[in-house]
């Protein structure tokens, strides 16, 4: 199913970027499409330099606060993916740069694919918080008392056997 997905938008995009540029070439002229994409890219790569600039320096903030840089490093991942698209010539792609560049349509599809990837089951998640007195996992709370937080553990027997010579980690004085 992904693989006829990916085939259809690798082969799809492309086909369509070719038609829609073929199109608006003969309505304003090759010149004038060329420079229009020329334009966007341009256009593109300042606004997405401002908004990076930007995007890291809230990052210097949070770390400076102690706390995790998230929503920093989830805008910038959403950053990267709208300058691959505003420098790959073409109208459609160039759209779709400029929708990443706009903060709320990133949270939007960030939120989206969040929820995507907690329904699927196969992704868990651990969040703590310092100062607080829940920890989560899942959906499960941990609560805490006095600095300690209960859990269980198993200690799982190492086969023994003579060491690996090759290993990095073998004493070379005591072989």
């Given at each position: 199913m992904y693989f006829f997905l990916a085939l259809a938008v690798l082969i799809g995009v492309p086909a369509a970027e070719i038609a829609l540029l073929i199109?608006?070439?003969?309505?304003?002229?090759?010149?004038?499409?060329?420079?229009?994409?020329?334009?966007?890219?341009?256009?593109?790569?300042?606004m997405l330099q401002h908004q990076g600039v930007r995007t890291f320096m809230q990052a210097q903030e949070?770390?400076?606060?102690?706390?995790?840089?998230?929503?920093?490093?989830?805008?910038?991942?959403?950053?990267?993916?709208?300058?691959?698209?505003?420098?790959?010539?073409?109208?459609?792609?160039?759209a779709?740069?400029?929708?990443?560049?706009?903060?709320?349509?990133?949270?939007?599809?960030?939120?989206?694919?969040?929820?995507?990837?907690?329904?699927s089951?196969?992704?868990?998640?651990?969040?703590?918080?310092?100062g607080s007195a829940v920890y989560a996992h899942d959906d499960a709370a941990l609560t805490r008392e006095d600095g300690f937080i209960e859990g269980?553990?198993?200690?799982e027997d190492i086969p023994s056997g003579p060491p690996n010579p090759a290993s990095p980690w073998r004493n070379k004085k005591n072989p």
């Open positions: 199109k608006i070439g003969g309505e304003i002229g090759v010149v004038a499409t060329i420079a229009l994409v020329f334009l966007t890219a341009v256009l593109g790569v300042f949070a770390m400076a606060q102690n706390r995790l840089p998230v929503d920093s490093a989830i805008h910038g991942i959403f950053l990267m993916i709208a300058g691959a698209f505003l420098l790959t010539p073409g109208f459609i792609t160039d779709l740069g400029f929708l990443l560049l706009i903060a709320p349509v990133r949270l939007f599809i960030a939120r989206y694919l969040w929820s995507l990837a907690t329904k089951g196969s992704f868990t998640y651990s969040h703590f918080e310092t269980e553990f198993e200690v």
